[in-house]
């Protein structure tokens, strides 16, 4: 193929843009990006031979630096997989990933956000921020004919061309920028420099980096040295390298089994949720080896999908090299350690609930919405999962736990009550917490879309059943003498039924409101209007279920309503009059109405005839 001139994706210009125009303070990243891709490249290799039978020769893996001062070049070189050119232009001529426009409003929204590189595989774009040329050679393993050449100015285009004695694997060469120390632009040629850059970001890579005959990274595997013996920063750094988050990490969980079947592990808590936490199409799952034998890179079956956030490497001892994602599926050994993990990382937040609560609050903030997913997933894990939760409460501003609930529980109250909505404003000035709030019952607010399901299958938490104060009856008056004869209303519940019947299924008195005229209440085994929206949004159509309309007898409203009744049930304003009562419930509790331009013209007939 003869030479091509292409241009960029557009995302990709619009990143090459900000990545020149060094919007980074921080510019010895670049490196570390060049010699974390060369050490996946590498990885990919040895894992190609292992598990497809490729024919390579990986007795010497290795990533090799040059430098030529005089020519102003930095060169990283790696004798790993390679790519084809169809691969050059799609992994570095495009931005194949989801989140992309996310990344590059938050780009250019933040001074400075280096957390970002790397994120969506394009740390390979961070090299223009030191230099103003990049060439870059490959060649594919297994394969025949030339390699190929790639090269760009960072300007939008780059040119492709074929390159045929190309050795296996990849070299880059960076054409540097003048040293401009006031704007954190070093002379990267300086072997110092270098040699600093590896030793602080990239020592413990398994691979030897050379530069000439010096190894300049240690290769020590972290999981595999007693804690003692490493820095809170060699962990941290490692946590970047197999994250690509540029923060620290939140918790740091250190694991070695010894005996019939052995494994180390080294897991990281992050301090913050990645922006595709909840995208289906994100990377997650832990790094399994063998034997310090890289095997694969998003190993799903060691980690539960409710801890996806969790990053890290378990290395066994006992498994095969080759081993498969079908394999893992069914292995028994990978199951016992995936149990065992998520004990660990269950009873390392549950240690900071109570040894560092500031530390435990950022995580539940960041991760709680996904941990709650583990209360479907994983029946047998519903104690320690709530005990490690936390919940908004109408007690106060700050998030409750469970036990903390069951303590402050009044006397003879034996259930946990709660009310599932779309806003903690929604919930709290919703009319089913109206008799709680005036008798000083504590109620959960529940906010969360994964709420909704969760407390269908939780039934209960220390013995105590969990209740939502919009199903069922509920009876909190301790004066019977007070309550109104369900008799008085009788003719004006029938009329409501009568016309309200496409749309309830029973109406009764209240024992649930104090101030608002009405409330929609779903019977005990019903499914919430909240869920039944969510079925329909993923395509599950089901019949609408119809809900219990409550009166309160002491309203105003509803007292008027049943004497009009009384004086002409034959009134032809009375059936818009019930109507408009349905409708306000309806809107009251944050539910959408069937037709909002009905009700709007049934309210402003009604309010120009009080004019």
Same mark, same amino acid.
């Given at each position: ?133 990049? %060439? ?71 691979? &030897? ?67 595709? /936490? ?28 409710? /801890? ?39 009873? %390392? ?81 919703? &009319? ?81 409101? %104090? %101030? ?26 089901? &019949? ?8 309160? &007898? ?58």
């Amino acid at each position: 193929m003869t030479m091509e001139t292409l241009e960029f994706q557009a995302e990709a210009r619009q990143l090459l843009q900000l990545m020149v125009h060094s919007i980074y303070s921080n510019k010895d990243i670049f490196l570390r990006e060049l010699i974390s891709n060369a050490s996946d490249a590498l990885d990919k290799l040895r894992l190609a031979k292992l598990q497809d039978g490729l024919e390579a020769d990986t007795s010497d893996l290795h990533i090799e630096i040059e430098s030529d001062p005089e020519a102003r070049t930095l060169t990283v070189r790696d004798n790993g997989i390679g790519m084809t050119r169809e691969e050059v232009v799609e992994l570095i001529g495009t931005i194949a990933k989801s989140g992309t426009a996310e990344l590059l409003g938050k780009l250019k929204e933040a001074k400075e956000s280096p957390e970002l590189i790397g994120q969506f595989g394009v740390g390979f774009y961070s090299t223009f921020m030191v230099a103003d040329r990049v %060439t870059l050679v490959t060649r594919k393993a297994g394969t025949e004919g030339h390699g190929t050449r790639w090269e760009s100015a960072g300007e939008g285009t780059y040119t492709i061309d074929d390159a045929p004695d190309a050795p296996v694997g990849t070299t880059i060469t960076l054409h540097l920028r003048p040293k401009d120390e006031d704007d954190a632009l070093y002379d990267y040629t300086d072997e110092w420099k270098i040699k600093e850059i590896v030793k602080r970001y990239s020592d413990f890579i398994s691979f &030897p980096i050379r530069k000439g005959d010096e190894t300049l990274n240690s290769m020590k595997a972290l999981w595999a040295r007693p804690r003692s013996e490493v820095t809170d920063e060699e962990y941290h750094q490692f946590y970047r390298h197999i994250s690509h988050d540029w923060t620290d990490p939140l918790e740091i969980i250190n694991m070695k089994a010894e005996g019939t079947f052995e494994y180390e592990a080294l897991l990281f808590i992050p301090s913050r949720a990645p922006h595709d /936490l909840f995208q289906r199409d994100a990377r997650r799952g832990l790094q399994l080896y063998v034997k310090r034998v890289f095997i694969m890179d998003d190993s799903k079956e060691l980690i539960p999908d409710y /801890l996806r956030f969790v990053k890290g490497v378990v290395d066994a001892a006992d498994l095969s090299l080759n081993i498969s994602r079908e394999i893992l599926q069914q292995d028994r050994h990978i199951q016992m350690i995936r149990r065992r993990l998520v004990k660990k990382v269950l009873s %390392t937040i549950k240690d900071l609930m109570t040894g560092n609560p500031e530390k435990y609050a950022t995580f539940w903030r960041e991760f709680g919405r996904a941990v709650k997913e583990g209360l479907l997933a994983e029946p047998d894990n519903h104690k320690p999962i709530l005990e490690i939760a936390s919940f908004a409460t109408t007690h106060g501003s700050e998030p409750t736990t469970l036990a903390a609930y069951v303590e402050r529980m009044k006397e003879g109250q034996e259930e946990i009550y709660f009310l599932t909505g779309e806003s903690r404003s929604q919930v709290e000035n919703s &009319p089913h917490m109206e008799a709680f709030q005036a008798e000083g019952y504590e109620v959960l607010i529940l906010t969360d879309p994964v709420d909704e399901v969760w407390v269908d299958v939780v039934p209960e938490f220390d013995g105590r059943k969990l209740r939502s104060i919009a199903r069922g009856t509920v009876d909190l008056k301790k004066d019977e003498e007070q309550k109104q004869p369900e008799g008085d209303f009788g003719p004006l519940m029938g009329f409501l039924t009568e016309k309200l019947d496409e749309r309830v299924k029973e109406v009764r008195l209240s024992h649930r409101l %104090t %101030t608002s005229a009405a409330c929609l209440v779903s019977d005990a085994d019903d499914i919430t209007p909240a869920l039944e929206k969510m079925y329909r949004a993923m395509g599950q159509e089901g &019949p609408r279920v119809k809900r219990i309309l409550e009166l309160n &007898p002491d309203h105003p409203l509803v007292a008027g309503l049943r004497a009009a009744h009384e004086r002409n049930a034959g009134d032809p304003a009375l059936p818009d009059t019930a109507e408009l009562l349905y409708g306000t419930a309806l809107l009251a509790e944050g539910g959408d109405l069937d037709d909002p331009a009905r009700f709007a013209k049934l309210l402003a007939d009604r309010l120009a005839q009080t004019v």
